[in-house]
């Protein structure tokens, strides 16, 4: 079994880059070694994000009827239906249809923004590789320059809230 590296690290966002160089055996000037990125490779495995199987048309269509307010309307509806009360069945059965038709549009939309925001992404990363740059496909490298790039965003946020909050309580 592989475990990530940042779950091996006590809060990699708010350790200094030197630290995280030292935790991790990486040499900021040179990189890693042919040699160690083998190693993490094995201890961690590859760096990529789960793909999941597309959502068929039917299996979002589904997804509209599993819950238990729906679950509710439904017996509901059943209930009316079987008391002769054919409006109330009726008016029931109409929301739950529009509730559905709504929710699969909305999730249909989201995932079709979801796969344009994909296609998007970065397709390419540098990195240091034995002293020389080099660029990467993106989907061995998701993270991409995570011992430079965020922890300097976070202490550099971290600066700015902490100007703000001395600004703010000296009454400026």
Known sequence: MTTAPYKLLPAPHATDTASLANILHADLNKGLAATQVAEHRARFGRNVLRQHRPASLVGILINQFRSRVIYLLAAA????????????????????????????????????????????????????????????????????????????????????????????????
């Open 77 to 172: 509806a059943i209930f009316a239906g079987a008391l002769s009360e054919w409006a109330d069945s009726i008016a029931i059965i109409a929301v739950l249809a529009i509730n559905s038709a709504i929710g699969f549009v909305t999730e249909l939309r989201a995932l079709r923004s979801m796969d344009a925001l994909r296609q998007l992404s970065i397709h390419s990363v540098r990195v240091r590789r034995n002293g020389q740059p080099q660029v990467l496909p993106a989907p061995a490298w998701i993270a991409i320059v995570a011992l430079s790039i965020v922890p300097v965003l976070v202490r550099e946020m971290t600066a700015i809230i902490v100007r703000v909050q001395r600004r703010t309580s000296a009454g400026r």
